[in-house]
């Protein structure tokens, strides 16, 4: 069944450090990837996409992901984190059969200064 | 940008009773919404798909009887919890489509937490 783990529940990263936030999916197709961001009293914001292409996608806030087909895998980064940035980080796949997007568990960023 | 408003925020109903959570999108028409469900440290679940005039789709193992979902007008959907119990408290999050682009192009809502007491 398509499926998408996101390992780690809580993250927590120093302001200005580096961040990584792991995806791996299970999917038979090609996929179509998403990162979104939510936070507190706040919808869903998408950070990035991939649908084909570069393998590197660029998204809003800095961030940045790669899709690795041979490790099944769309890790999330960012270079420097700001305090700003912490909130919850959701990757999801589309399922063109179904017609929907099927979310990993999320992953809690704390930032701390 | 698309903008989708969710009201209330939160509610708190006693057990046996029905709420109603609305969904707005506030600046573009949506022809396809979605109603998710969001446990503590799990991920969003799909619940249903509904396009507007049309009833909606239930997932798997959803209660369609339960959770009453109306998507009467191109800006409005509702869903109504009935007869809601302790287990159906939940963050609840919907999301719209605007008519013409993929259905993976959606806009969310802020969310709304239920508890039944």
């Known amino acids: 069944a398509q499926s998408v783990t996101q390992p780690d529940i809580h993250i927590t990263v120093s302001e200005g450090a580096s961040l990584e936030l792991r995806c791996n999916y299970s999917y038979g197709a090609t996929p179509y990837l998403f990162w979104y961001v939510q936070s507190p009293g706040q919808g869903l914001q998408l950070l990035l996409k991939?649908?084909?292409?570069?393998?590197l996608v660029q998204g809003i806030k800095g961030f940045e992901a790669e899709f690795k087909r041979s490790q099944s895998s769309f890790n999330l980064r960012k270079p420097s984190v700001h305090w700003s940035d912490a909130a919850e980080y959701f990757c999801?796949?589309?399922?063109?059969?179904?017609?929907?997007?099927?979310f990993g568990a999320g992953t809690i960023l704390r930032v701390k200064s | 940008g698309a903008v989708v408003s969710q009201h209330p925020s939160w509610v708190i109903c006693k057990s046996g009773t029905s709420v109603k959570i609305e969904c707005r999108s506030l600046d573009f028409q949506a022809t396809t919404m979605f109603w998710y469900r969001q446990f503590p440290k799990q991920s969003l679940m799909l619940m249903a798909t509904s396009n507007e005039g049309s009833k909606a789709t239930y997932e798997q193992g959803v209660e369609k009887d339960k959770f009453l979902i109306n998507h009467a007008s191109l800006t409005l959907s509702t869903l109504t919890v009935t007869s809601a119990h302790p287990e159906d408290s939940s963050f609840y999050i919907c999301s719209a489509r605007e008519g013409g682009l993929p259905s993976y192009e959606q806009y969310f809502g802020p969310g709304t937490r239920l508890t039944v007491t």
């Open positions: 991939y649908f084909s292409g570069d393998t």
């Open positions: 999801a796949v589309y399922m063109e059969y179904g017609n929907k997007l099927v």
